[in-house]
């Protein structure tokens, strides 16, 4: 089998044990060695022409119900203009948090209402991770407003707003969080 055949049995991020299912391990270690495939973390590799976000892969791989959350969501969302220096990732409260090679501030969501919102992102090669929605993360925002700042939930909600958002939705979910309800309620009334 040639080396272009080996690398086409692999898919474009996989963990050494589903390389190994694939092809043996001395192929493994010289595809390795000659750069057509690169480690991303412990047990996690990729071909070095995949073009995806390694961040996230490597999220995903070691914690399954890793949520990208508050100023990392709103970022994706495009409702904020700053670039968080590191990733906001959500777990529910009292899961295990892995060491990751990553800049990370890891919060710990209540179990109750941890998948209020929360959507999957495709990060390619049949991988997802999860994302809480624009309306959940701007209710994030309200909710954390004295650990995020105030102005970046009123930021990021003007912009939900300005793209035809509905004030509905917001509502809908803030019912699941009174902490943010008054909050975001009366925000809405001064922009409306």
Same mark, same amino acid.
């Given at each position: ?21 694939? %092809? *043996?391990?001395?192929? &493994?270690? $010289? ?8 480690? #991303?973390?412990? =047990?996690i590799y990729r071909k070095t022409s995949w073009t995806g976000d390694d961040d ?12 990208i959350a508050l100023r990392s969501a709103l970022a994706r969302h495009d409702l ?23 800049? %990370? *501030?890891?919060?710990? &969501?209540? $179990? ?8 999957? #992102?495709?990060? =390619? ?60 309620? *009366? ?6």
């Amino acid at each position: 089998m040639s080396e272009s055949d080996l690398l086409s049995t692999l898919p474009d991020t996989f963990r050494f044990g589903e390389a190994l299912e694939r %092809i *043996n391990e001395r192929q &493994f270690r $010289r595809l390795l060695s000659e750069g057509r495939i690169t480690r #991303l973390a412990r =047990g996690i590799y990729r071909k070095t022409s995949w073009t995806g976000d390694d961040d996230l892969v490597e999220i995903a791989a070691k914690s399954t119900r890793a949520t990208i959350a508050l100023r990392s969501a709103l970022a994706r969302h495009d409702l904020i203009d700053a670039i968080p220096s590191a990733l906001d990732i959500a777990v529910p409260r009292g899961a295990w948090t892995p060491a990751l090679t990553i800049p %990370i *501030n890891w919060h710990h &969501f209540d $179990r109750a209402t941890f998948d209020v919102g929360r959507e999957d #992102l495709n990060i =390619g090669d049949q991988r997802s991770i999860g994302i809480y929605s624009a309306a959940r993360s701007i209710v994030d925002a309200f909710r954390l407003r004295h650990l995020e700042g105030e102005d970046m939930a009123n930021e990021a909600l003007k912009q939900w707003l300005r793209r035809g958002g509905q004030p509905s939705a917001l509502l809908e979910i803030a019912k699941s969080f009174p902490q943010a309800r008054s909050a975001l309620h *009366n925000t809405l009334s001064i922009l409306l």
